[in-house]
């Protein structure tokens, strides 16, 4: 495995090409796109980036974690009729390489990846002290782009301008 694919985070890279990795990129793509999720998550004073696909298939879940690792979670449902749910997700780094790597891919989640990248690099990457310690400006910029992921992530019809009711 190279320093820039250990860098990356990712898994199993060390014998694989560059299409077999823009294979793997494009296909993670689809799944963020159409059962998936960029966002930030902020609980406290802490704000972190997140990628997750949550699906009822565990062999897309299996995938995921073997190609780019991550976390499973399994919701239980008590309906009987309904499968159970798993969830993969990445955090922090490596779901910013990631999302570096799908943005071109991406169909529906491209302005996401985008805000989710800036965010990183001009959030993240200034947090090196303990959180504690940030600078309150730096704690507003997180914020405000954890607003921004929020609004792109908003349920629901879009709200036109000048008609928010």
């Keep these: 495995m190279s320093e820039e694919e250990k860098e990356e985070g990712l898994t199993g890279w060390g014998n694989k090409s ?3 990795r823009e294979i793997h990129f494009a296909r993670l793509a689809m799944a963020i796109d ?8 902020h609980s406290g004073n802490t704000y972190s980036l ?7 298939n565990e062999k897309l879940i299996d995938w995921l974690i073997q ?3 991550g976390n499973r979670y399994i919701e239980e449902y008590r309906n009987e009729n309904w499968k159970d749910k798993s969830t993969w997700e990445i955090f922090g780094y490596p779901a910013y390489k990631l999302a570096k790597g799908i943005k071109q891919f991406l169909i529906l989640k491209q302005e996401r990846a985008e805000v989710a ?7 993240t990457k200034l947090t090196k002290t303990t959180q504690r310690q940030r600078p309150k400006w730096l704690i507003d910029r997180q914020e405000l ?3 921004q992921m929020k609004t792109l992530n908003r349920r629901g019809k879009e709200i036109e301008e000048g008609n928010e009711g």
């Design 117 to 123: 990248i800036e965010y990183f690099e001009k959030c």
């Design 18 to 20: 560059t299409v077999t």
């Design 50 to 56: 997140c990628l997750g696909v949550a699906n009822t």
């Design 34 to 41: 159409c059962d998936g999720y960029i966002s930030i998550r």
């Design 145 to 147: 782009y954890f607003q």
């Design 67 to 69: 190609n780019f690792r």
